[in-house]
């Protein structure tokens, strides 16, 4: 059965400072990892990877993925109150029939304060 | 608005009853995803549909719960006999299928409570 195992599980830090979440997975048939935001509404897309040691990065936020190692980062930088949110890590894998859902982790709950 | 949604946001009822969700995907995307979130816990996966064809279903869904998806574009989540574990929060989401490395895109959920 697919797992993804995300840390810490509640981050709190203040504006400005750098944060590093992490997420460890084990997934039959490895496709794509994905992050997702999620405030208090539905989770909002916010990477795809899938290959190994290739940084996405959008604005502040950035990702990396180690297939070998099986986790990926998601590093967000000068973090804004705005960035206070669930941060969801999922992961889709091709084991027999489970070729489209996505299995999630917990998530990290980040709070930002000013 | 062209985004997945979802109707209704919030669903009370009584312990028993019938309640069914609709969900509308994002135009012309060929997959569609049921998922339920209670609180403290990611997304969990319920069944997926590409075009009409249910594909494939969790074993979280017991027969209590029934999903359609008739002409291939919105679909209804129908739960028969609600029961206090059901509340939750019920996520659809919409991908077009390409090589196995589609995007899922989230409605803003259902939220369901069972008195």
């Known amino acids: 059965e697919d797992k993804v195992v995300q840390s810490p599980l509640s981050l709190v830090v203040h504006e400005g400072d750098t944060v590093t979440l992490n997420c460890s997975y084990e997934v039959t048939n490895f496709r794509s990892l994905l992050w997702y935001k999620q405030e208090k509404k539905a989770p909002t897309f916010l990477f795809m990877l899938t290959s190994s040691g290739i940084e996405k990065k959008s604005g502040r936020l950035s990702s990396i993925l180690d297939k070998k190692e099986l986790f990926s980062i998601l590093n967000i930088t000068a973090t804004q109150t705005g960035d206070s949110a669930i941060y969801l890590c999922?992961?889709?894998?091709?084991?027999?029939?489970?070729?489209?859902?996505?299995?999630f982790g917990q998530g990290t709950i980040l709070t930002v304060h000013p | 608005d062209t985004g997945v949604s979802q109707n209704p946001r919030h669903k009370i009822t009584k312990r028993g009853q019938n309640v069914t969700f609709r969900c509308d995907p994002i135009s012309e995307h060929n997959r569609l995803y049921w998922y339920r979130q209670t609180l403290g816990q990611g997304p969990e996966f319920l069944t997926y549909f590409q075009n009409e064809a249910q594909l494939e279903k969790s074993r979280l869904l017991s027969d209590r719960f029934s999903a359609e998806r008739p002409k291939g574009s919105f679909s209804t989540l129908e739960i028969q006999r609600t029961e206090q574990g059901d509340s939750a929060m019920y996520l659809c989401?919409?991908?077009?299928?390409?090589?196995?490395?589609?995007?899922?895109?989230f409605g803003p959920g259902t939220r369901l409570t069972v008195l």
């Open positions: 989401a919409s991908s077009w299928a390409s090589g196995g490395t589609d995007t899922q895109y």
């Open positions: 999922a992961v889709r894998g091709d084991g027999g029939t489970s070729y489209g859902k996505l299995t």
